[in-house]
T-cell receptor
């Protein structure tokens, strides 16, 4: 199993749709989890941090299932501006200064 | 606003001509990272510093070196750029607090897009 594995995508959805991205991780000791968005030719920007079971910020909801080693990101009422690549990122914990990045899932929201 | 700054934003260099990319941060974070990102790929970690402790990834080519003279600044030196080194180079910072679950979220600079001619 890869360290962090995401839906390969791409996802193409109409404006207003609800879309969910899935991410699995292999290290059961992982401490915390993050979703970043990355626009084309820009840097990744932190969208949401997940330390316990989940987090919600407006139209965005992240859920964590530690038993299944699974994180999801739900976007409700998609906007054109949500078009980006979404990166699932995992903190493996321990004496480790690194985060592990998934390959990302490309989302395109169409008018 | 506290931030991560990278200079230059765009760099064109000739094959084999050394180049230095710089990164500075006002976040006072103790960990700094350099990533290489090519089109449609995830960022690839080159190395990172925890304070002054340098950590090189096993697959980072010797052609890539780094310096961190103080908490705020970090440099990436590419000694002899090849065509395959053309990419976006991202600097990121984070905090590491021992006994509190390791490293926190990373904050990225805007990147330097390197072109090798």
């Amino acid at each position: 199993r890869k360290e962090v594995e995401q839906d390969p995508g791409p996802f193409n959805v109409p404006e207003g749709a609800t879309v969910a991205f899935n991410c699995t991780y292999s290290n059961s000791a992982s401490q915390s989890f993050f979703w970043y968005r990355q626009d084309c030719r820009k840097e990744p920007k932190l969208l949401m941090s997940v330390y316990s079971s989940g987090n919600e910020d407006g139209r965005f909801t992240a859920q964590l299932n530690r038993a299944s080693q699974y994180i999801s990101l739900l976007i409700r009422d998609s906007k054109l501006s949500d078009s980006a690549t979404y990166l699932c990122v995992v903190n493996p914990g321990g004496s480790n200064y690194k985060l592990t990045f998934g390959k990302g899932t490309l989302l395109t929201v169409n008018p | 606003d506290a931030m991560v700054i990278q200079n230059p934003r765009y760099q064109v260099t000739q094959f084999g001509k050394p180049v230095t990319l710089s990164c500075s941060q006002t976040l006072n974070h103790n960990v700094m990272y350099w990533y290489q990102q090519k089109s449609s790929q995830a960022p690839k970690l080159l190395f990172h510093y925890y304070d002054k402790d340098f950590n090189n990834e096993a697959d980072t080519p010797d052609n890539f070196q780094s310096r961190r003279p103080n908490t705020s600044f970090c440099f990436l030196d590419i000694r002899s750029p090849g065509l395959g080194d053309a990419a976006m180079y991202l600097c990121a910072t984070s905090t590491y607090i021992r006994d509190r679950g390791g490293v926190n979220e990373q904050y990225f600079g805007p990147g330097t897009r390197l072109t090798v001619t």
